[in-house]
């Protein structure tokens, strides 16, 4: 079926070419001044000028779409863009010549295309389309760039303010009355039985509520502030469920080096304790690890909690959606042999400064 963009499309190309016709009729010289306007010459040079620009804009459009499609990603650029006027005008030109051929040498009788010079005719009408096909082309790609740039800039902008909503969704979600209140539940017992413990973790609650605020307005930090928040995080969990957790962390890289969405790292933490039972017998074990400069996995063996609900995955869904917005690297996330296992991109420290170049 014939989509509305399309009948909008040819409804505006179609309209060009009345236009382009009516002008290149004026250049026509004919012997005849009492000439009607649609003579036999005139019907040539309308369904020619009709055949040749469709025909050269189609496969142009299609052109474009077989070079962007090859490459999730690819833009029109110089490069590319002169190949593909290369190849489109390889195509129109011989059809154009051999079509002006036909009408002044073997049909001139239909087409009554009287010259004295018959090969300077054909010259002027092969130039004349030459240069109308290749202005057509050169106008049709400037459109696409232009349309592709918006459509970029828009796509950018929606990202952004995904990744805006996601941050304060994670503030939110994830440090919540929630966590603070069992915080301070574990702090009232610590109170009574080991004071110096109960200090030490006051210490902790505070830097943790400190590094939020203190990066409320960035949604990136680099790999060493998130790291230095979470080993005040785990310490906090590990009083809390005293010997039924383990979180163990081997970061092989230069942290300072690196970038990550704010409380990425806590968030899959977190979502790693809500998702599993755990207890001293049977612990939850909690890897991090960096592979080479390229990633970090998280990942925990799995002792599913029976969940009343089916999980929203809102929480990958936000991380996933952050990333997005910052790098075509994927998250991964993986369940096998018994583990779960998300793997996250770390961004150099230039990516601030990328991302904002792709929107400009």
């Known amino acids: 079926m014939i989509s509305k963009t399309y009948i909008k499309k040819f409804l505006v190309r179609f309209l060009i070419v009345n236009l382009i016709y009516f002008l290149v009729k004026l250049t026509i010289d004919h012997d005849d001044d009492d000439r009607v306007f649609f003579d036999a010459t005139g019907m040539f040079y309308y369904f020619s000028a009709f055949f040749l620009l469709m025909l050269a804009w189609e496969i142009n459009d ?23 006027l290369g190849i489109n005008l390889l195509i129109i030109l011989p059809i154009a010549a051999l079509l002006y051929y036909l009408a002044i040498f073997e049909l001139d009788h239909l087409c009554q295309i009287d010259a004295d010079d018959p090969w300077l005719r054909f010259r002027i009408d092969f130039f004349r389309a030459a240069v109308l096909g290749f202005t057509a082309i050169l106008f049709n790609m400037f459109y696409f760039a232009l ?5 970029l800039e828009n796509n950018m902008n929606k990202l952004k303010k995904e990744a805006m909503t996601s941050k304060y969704k994670s503030l ?28 030490d973790f006051v210490s902790r609650l505070a830097s943790c509520y400190r590094y939020i605020l203190d990066n409320r307005e960035e949604d990136l930090v680099s790999l060493e502030k998130e790291l230095i928040f979470l080993d005040s995080f785990i310490f906090m969990m590990n009083v809390r469920h005293e010997g039924a957790l383990s979180i163990t962390t081997h970061i092989s890289i230069d942290p300072k080096e690196f970038l990550i969405p704010t409380l990425t790292l806590q968030m899959l933490v977190e979502n790693a ?16 690890i960096s592979i080479g400069k390229e990633s970090i996995i998280i ?3 799995l002792h599913r909690r029976i969940q009343k609900e089916e999980s929203t995955k809102l929480g990958l869904k936000n991380i996933k959606k952050r ?21 996250i991109p770390m961004l150099p420290k230039s990516i601030k400064e990328i991302a904002i170049t792709k929107v400009s």
């Open 172 to 199: 939110k979600n994830q440090i919540s009355p929630h966590f603070l209140f069992n915080s301070l539940n574990t702090l009232t017992s610590l109170m009574y039985e080991d004071r110096d413990l109960a200090s």
């Open 323 to 343: 990333y997005s917005f910052y790098t075509n690297q994927k998250v991964v996330i993986e369940t096998e042999n018994g583990y779960f296992k998300v793997t």
């Open 273 to 288: 304790l809500k998702h599993n039972y755990f207890s001293k017998e049977k612990p939850l074990e909690i890897s991090i």
């Open 147 to 151: 349309k592709q740039k918006k459509e």
């Open 299 to 301: 990942q925990n063996n």
């Open 62 to 84: 299609w052109w474009i779409r077989r070079e962007l499609n090859t490459d999730v990603g690819k833009t029109l650029d110089m490069s590319n863009g002169l190949k593909i």
